[in-house]
Nanobody
């Protein structure tokens, strides 16, 4: 059984930073593919960043250069450092994981484990 617990969301002004964390239990992060997705009410869930453990992370174009995806082995967690935040980054952010050996990292339907979500709000 894999469980994901997210934290780190909050409210910041434009240009601010937040660090999201997803603590994984039930498996080690070195054996799973993981991702961050976000969703705004009325819109489809979209990938923010994702990676197989041994691969180079994928970032959607709008966050590339501002967000950094990393694994923290000490806490068995997945982190997302979010810098230079913009109002358009406002969304509910979800951590996701999959134990599949091969998957489309950008597709939310490929992930079978999800965190509860953490809200990120960026004011102008």
């Amino acid at each position: 059984l894999v469980q994901l617990v997210e934290s780190g969301g909050g409210s910041v002004g434009t240009g601010g930073s937040l660090r999201l964390s997803c603590v994984v239990s039930g498996d080690t992060i070195s054996r799973v593919s993981m991702a961050w997705f976000r969703q705004v009410p009325g819109r489809e869930r979209e990938v923010v960043a994702a990676s197989h453990y041994t691969g180079v992370p994928y970032y959607r174009n709008s966050v590339r250069g501002r967000f950094t995806f990393s694994h923290d082995h000490a806490t068995n967690s997945l982190d997302l450092q979010m810098n230079s935040l913009k109002p358009e980054d406002t969304a509910m952010y979800y951590c996701a994981a999959s134990q599949k050996p091969s998957l489309n990292l950008r597709d939310p339907d490929e992930y079978n484990y999800w965190g509860q979500g953490t809200q990120v709000t960026v004011s102008s």
